[in-house]
């Protein structure tokens, strides 16, 4: 972990780099011709940070056909912002998040991150509700985890469902396809149905794990994918230490239960049970 945030701290050093990430932040998912076309150097040098930059984390690339898309990877300085800024800063470093954020426009979101794991315990991790509850704000994720099947998002501490979809494909423990609709609030119900797609590869003693949301409508709320970050720092504080983290935003559904609460009912996702 230290050597990562050491490269994060490096890639962040150089002004260039931290202009191609203001230009990803600008418009995300961008080729190295298009990047390229904003900078007076040549391919190889723009290609040269970006490089840089990937192996910091703070980038990831997806194929488009046979163009290689860039997209901004905010995780590893959420990991910066846990380890030394969250106990002391984080509803005024929040409120610069919502700033931040209220100028993106991308249709697509995509996160990596490495966690020394297996893919094993990684994909438990996703889908056993109680330990997706350590670390996706106190939510957990009731479904029978078969392709069609669906599932349903909940807490005690909330008087209504969190969240519900279906289970797209199912590929255990590599990939995890799911279509969701947020129901948290009705700002968030408004915006339809959105698609996240979990990806899990080994990588020594190591998983890189890159999660997608996408089918995003242009501007859409930002509540959809901007806690991606603390929900997979979270994830990894717990596979590699079993700490939990206890910044604000991390404890959001954590209270204690009342009489008016819901919980999806995992009696509903048994074999043939995968409709409501």
Not at 119 to 126: C, G, V
Not at 161 to 183: F, I, K, T, W, Y
Request: aromatic residues 8%; charged residues 25%; glycine residues 8%.
């Amino acid at each position: 972990m230290v050597q990562r945030m050491d490269e994060v701290f490096r890639a962040l050093a150089d002004p260039t780099r931290r202009s191609l990430l203001d230009e990803l932040f600008r418009e995300d998912g961008q080729s190295l011709n298009a990047l390229q076309a904003r900078f007076a150097m040549t391919r190889f040098g723009v290609m040269k940070h970006l490089n840089v930059l990937e192996e910091a984390g703070l980038v990831v690339t997806k194929r488009r056909g046979r163009e290689k898309l860039h997209f901004l990877n905010p995780v590893p300085i959420r990991l910066v912002h846990d380890r030394w800024v969250s106990k002391y800063a984080e509803p005024w470093a929040a409120g610069l998040t919502g700033l931040k954020t209220e100028l993106e426009t991308s249709m697509e979101k995509v996160f990596e991150i490495y966690i020394k794991t297996t893919p094993e315990r990684l994909w438990q991790a996703i889908t056993d509700p109680e330990i997706r509850s350590k670390y996706q704000f106190g939510s957990r994720v009731i479904s029978d985890w078969q392709p069609g099947g669906r599932f349903e998002m909940g807490s005690p501490s909330s008087p209504t469902l969190l969240g519900e979809g279906v289970n797209l494909e199912v590929d255990p423990p590599r990939r995890l396809v799911q279509s969701m609709v947020a129901l948290w609030g009705e700002d968030v119900k408004s915006e339809g149905t959105s698609r996240i797609t979990w990806e899990i590869e080994p990588v020594g003693d190591s998983c890189r794990l890159i999660v997608t949301h996408d089918q995003l409508r242009e501007g859409a709320n930002e509540q959809l994918y901007g806690g991606w970050p603390m929900i997979l720092s979270g994830l990894k504080t717990w596979l590699e230490t079993g700490e939990l983290l206890t910044t604000p935003g991390s404890l959001m559904y954590n209270s204690a239960p009342d009489q008016a609460s819901t919980v999806p009912n995992p009696d509903r996702f048994g074999p043939g049970r995968s409709e409501p």
